[in-house]
T-cell receptor, first 112, second 109 residues
Framework: KAGVTQTPRYLIKTRGQQVTLSCSPISGHRSVSWYQQTPGQGLQFLFEYFSETQRNKGNFPGRFSGRQFSNSRSEMNVSTLELGDSALYLC???????????FGPGTRLTVT | AQRVTQPEKLLSVFKGAPVELKCNYSYSGSPELFWYVQYSRQRLQLLLRHISRESIKGFTADLNKGETSFHLKKPFAQEEDSAMYYCALYSGGYQKVTFGTGTKLQVIP
């Protein structure tokens, strides 16, 4: 089975811009979760989608949003980028929330 | 609310020494605990989960409900164990996975 893929792998944006990140889960996985990883804060949960519905949300401002399509692919959007949004954004898929999560390679976002 | 605490950001041990990576959790229900590992330039991946009660790469972890802990242990550290380790809690009541902040294990040759 192909693993979780994320595009793009690297992104450089300017403050105030918006960005969309994409995640393709493992075939058959219906749950997709997004995380922000930084050296100082570690792994922070953004949100989880299951069958196109957002099931859980972390403590991030409304500038962070996401969606999931009928084929389970997911996108994450960040509007009005801030310098502090620079991070590695990880996507993980699983068959269900309590199951093993399979992580993608991440998208490295740099905001200048 | 559920919470996972990994008190050590960095743990340095010599090769051959025992390793214990600490993880404490708070959750009122019946938890499922996991350990994930991220080696340098590799993806985050599952190392082990408490319900499987198996040893992976020499690592074991026992769920202690009385102390609300799920410490990861290995009797003899190897250089290839150097990595970032994350403890995670699945809370069925909230249907949510919560990760700790991670511990970087550095094995000194």
């Amino acid at each position: 089975k192909a693993g979780v893929t994320q595009t793009p792998r690297y992104l450089i944006k300017t403050r105030g811009q918006q960005v969309t990140l994409s995640c393709s889960p493992i075939s058959g996985h219906r749950s997709v979760s997004w995380y922000q990883q930084t050296p100082g804060q570690g792994l922070q949960f953004l949100f989880e989608y299951f069958s196109e519905t957002q099931r859980n949300k972390g403590n991030f401002p409304g500038r962070f949003s996401g969606r999931q399509f009928s084929n389970s692919r997911s996108e994450m959007n960040v509007s009005t980028l801030e310098l502090g949004d620079s991070a590695l954004y990880l996507c993980a898929s699983s068959q269900g929330t309590g199951n093993e999560q399979y992580f993608g390679p991440g998208t490295r976002l740099t905001v200048t | 609310a559920q919470r996972v605490t990994q008190p050590e950001k960095l743990l340095s041990v010599f090769k051959g020494a025992p390793v214990e990576l600490k993880c404490n959790y708070s959750y009122s229900g019946s938890p499922e605990l996991f350990w994930y590992v991220q080696y340098s330039r590799q993806r985050l991946q599952l190392l082990l989960r408490h319900i499987s009660r198996e040893s992976i790469k020499g690592f074991t972890a026992d769920l202690n409900k009385g102390e609300t802990s799920f410490h990861l242990k290995k009797p003899f550290a190897q250089e290839e164990d150097s990595a970032m380790y994350y403890c995670a809690l699945y809370s069925g009541g909230y249907q949510k996975v919560t990760f700790g902040t991670g511990t970087k294990l550095q094995v000194i040759p």
